[in-house]
């Protein structure tokens, strides 16, 4: 779930800036070369038996045929590798080795990681696709190598001097770029802020790769990728994808700011990023280069407990790992709102819609910049500040409308606005301040917040829209033609306004 609150952060932004007129393009980076492919690769090929001899990858996908999902066998194997390094050191040595094949591509071992990133990819995308994430375009790392993006932008690093090579010290045969203090004595012995690109075993860190990528993105690289088509989304909108064997396209890149969805661990090697265009001479584009930063996903003691994990009783929350094999998967999240939610409700389809709502509103309510504390039953509420109240608003508005038919706009006329009234079209009236505030902070929070004090709102004119009156009348049943069709003309307004508030946030 981690990656869901990236993913759905990213989303909700996306749908934000596209609704305050921005041109916008959805990229999902795929590290098919970075060390977790690594070292799921290794752990398929070479911890158990049978290991790989370079002729029989037949047997070895053989290993993950069961009942389980890919993705779901590869987090169980993937936490079993972290622990086979320990106290199998020659796995160590295999991993440096699967790293060199994969960034060197032509060879079969690259092949399989390729294959097994694909898989994942696929895994990935469908459960995100039951949360209406949707992309416009995959960027896959292995293509950067393939491509010659790497060599270019190590080329052009080199040239400037933005680099430089360490012949001695911590980062002796590295490939480095001079950062904070550089050399300091520590506690724990003599350590560098500087930031390596290459390491001294030749593998090239994944901040070497962003740095490639965040100039292809600018369109300042001077290499693009090749483009295919990758399938059709849940939604029906198509996703294109980069691809080695793939066609000359000029829709990608070339943007004029870059907004980096990352979580908030990596602002260091962000800032190395958009320094290094800085060097390179890219002012503009390190200056409108940014990085969402956002606060990581931790369990609650509870939520730990119910996973069977030990818990730390003198912590308020406690961390997730993959490499532990310690987390909650997304698919299984939604598993389970949907059953609970399945208690009260028939129909397939509206479970699929409030399951999504639920975690949509759980993932976008708190911002950006606040740890996220997962907990069971906080994430299943169904009432109250909760997706799925706000979508009962929705739907109990267009229920009234159905009820009603056509309103008569030109009969509108009220003599008095009521207390319930004034307070609904007061709120509807913020939208366009909302949506230009979640705009400017680039988080969903304050659209999330926006529909929960609009149903609210909508609510209390709903049950209550005349206080003063002796007795409450259905809005389709008032006889006054003025009246009745301003209070229609006003569910009508909330269920639209309440339509692209939950739209903004991808619900």
Known sequence: IGHLRNSIIGDSVVRILRKTGNRVQACNYIDDTGVQVADVVVAMLYMDEPVYDGTNLDAIWSKAEGPQSFDYWCWDIYSRISAAYESRPELKEKRVEVLHMVESQD??????????????????????????????????????????????????????????????????????????????????????????????????????????????????????????????????????????????????????????????????????????????????????????????????????????????????????????????????????????????????????????????????????????????????KTTGDSGIYCEYAHARAASVLNKAGAIDLSRISTGRVTDTEKALLFKLAEYPRVLEKAAAELSPAPMARYAFDLAGAFTGFYENPDPEAEKRVAFINIEDEGLRSFRLALVAAFKQVMKNTLDSIGI
Not at 120 to 146: K, M, P, Q
Not at 348 to 358: G, K, Q, V, Y
Request: aromatic share 10%; proline share 2%; glycine share 10%.
């Open 107 to 380: 060879n079969p071992v690259a092949a399989f990681a390729k294959e097994v990133a694909s898989r994942i990819v696929r895994c990935h995308l469908a459960t995100v696709g039951r949360l209406n994430v949707r992309y416009d375009l995959l960027n896959w790392e292995s293509d950067i190598f393939l491509r010659g993006f790497w060599k270019t932008a190590f080329e052009k690093l080199q040239s400037t001097g933005a680099v430089e090579y360490e012949t001695e010290g911590p980062n002796k045969g590295c490939w480095v770029v001079r950062y904070g203090s550089g050399i300091v004595e520590t506690g724990e012995g003599v350590k560098s802020e500087d930031k390596i690109l290459v390491r001294s075993n030749g593998i090239v860190t994944y901040t070497g790769k962003d740095i490639a990528y965040q100039m292809w993105k600018f369109g300042v690289l001077g290499k693009d990728f090749l483009y295919g088509e990758w399938g059709v989304q849940p939604d029906g909108s198509p996703l294109a994808t980069t691809s080695p064997d793939g066609a000359v396209c000029d829709r990608w890149g070339r943007a004029d700011e870059v907004i980096n969805v990352i979580d908030c661990r990596q602002s260091y090697t962000q800032q190395i990023v958009y320094e290094c265009l800085d060097k390179l001479g890219y002012k503009k584009e390190a200056a409108n280069s940014v990085h969402l930063g956002y606060e990581v996903v931790v369990l609650s003691n509870s939520a730990a407990e119910a996973l069977g994990v030990e818990t730390d009783k003198d912590a308020q929350v406690q961390a997730m790992s993959g490499r532990k094999g310690l987390g909650v998967k997304g698919d299984d999240l939604i598993d389970i709102i949907r059953n609970k939610i399945g208690e009260k409700v028939a129909d397939p389809r509206s479970l699929d819609i409030l399951a999504c709502a639920a975690v949509r509103y759980f993932m976008s309510r708190t911002t950006n910049g606040k740890m996220l504390v997962f907990d069971f039953e906080e994430a299943l």
